[in-house]
């Protein structure tokens, strides 16, 4: 049968691009890939092990539900933002933080790690700081570890949380410089 042009199928082109995996096995792979940094981020944005975790596979069960959709795009990008919606629900669902004090909080995490091959002097300094962290406020927190930590722009923030470009400045300034007090008083102790 002729197409619009007069030519029969036997005349057509066709261009097939095998790319010999299956989506689910892009999806494997970045998952493979990816739980690493989506844990860490998971870990600053609720400073509990066992939270991240759960955050964490939250962002790849969602991910991989609208893995047809993404898998040409940014999996990553819409995996980070699942990884802070589901947290922000996790804030209103509870209406309270139970927050550890800093002590039993690394006590805890030094009985459940296993030894770690950075050097001790960038363990301490990574603990001081993820401490200081859990002390920030939650709105204050979320800002500073997405613009700094992951080093995302204003604009990405803004979008990311649904707040507005302001917002981020002023939760920033404001973390960061608690942030500074905070670990300044640790340097002094």
């Known amino acids: 049968m002729p197409d619009p042009e007069g030519r029969t199928t036997g005349d057509l082109e066709f261009s097939v691009v095998r790319t010999g995996m299956s989506a689910e096995e892009q999806f494997r792979l970045f998952?493979?890939?990816?739980?690493a940094a989506l844990h860490r981020i998971a870990y600053l944005l609720c400073g509990d092990d066992h939270r991240a975790h759960d955050l964490t596979q939250i962002a790849l069960e969602r991910t991989y539900r609208h893995w047809s959709r993404l898998k040409d795009g940014n999996p990553f990008a819409y995996a980070?933002?699942?990884?802070?919606?589901?947290?922000?629900?996790?804030?209103?669902r509870t209406r309270r933080e139970v927050l550890q004090s800093p002590e039993t909080v690394a006590v805890a995490q030094?009985?459940?790690?296993?030894p770690a091959a950075d050097s001790g002097a960038q363990v301490a300094e990574r603990e001081r700081l993820v401490r200081a962290l859990r002390r920030l406020g939650p709105s204050q927190r979320?800002?500073?570890?997405?613009?700094?930590?992951?080093?995302?722009?204003?604009?990405?923030?803004?979008?990311?949380?649904?707040?507005?470009?302001?917002?981020?400045?002023?939760?920033?300034?404001?973390?960061?410089?608690?942030?500074?007090e905070l670990?300044?008083?640790?340097?002094d102790a």
Not at 31 to 35: H, M, N, Q, Y
Not at 80 to 92: E, M, Q, S
């Open 31 to 35: 998952a493979i890939e990816s739980t």
């Open 142 to 180: 979320r800002v500073v570890v997405l613009r700094h930590l992951l080093d995302r722009s204003e604009a990405d923030v803004a979008e990311e949380l649904s707040v507005s470009v302001g917002t981020v400045k002023s939760q920033g300034a404001r973390g960061l410089a608690r942030l500074r």
């Open 80 to 92: 980070r933002r699942v990884l802070a919606t589901a947290r922000i629900d996790g804030w209103r």
């Open 183 to 187: 670990l300044s008083e640790g340097q």
């Open 110 to 114: 030094e009985a459940s790690r296993a």
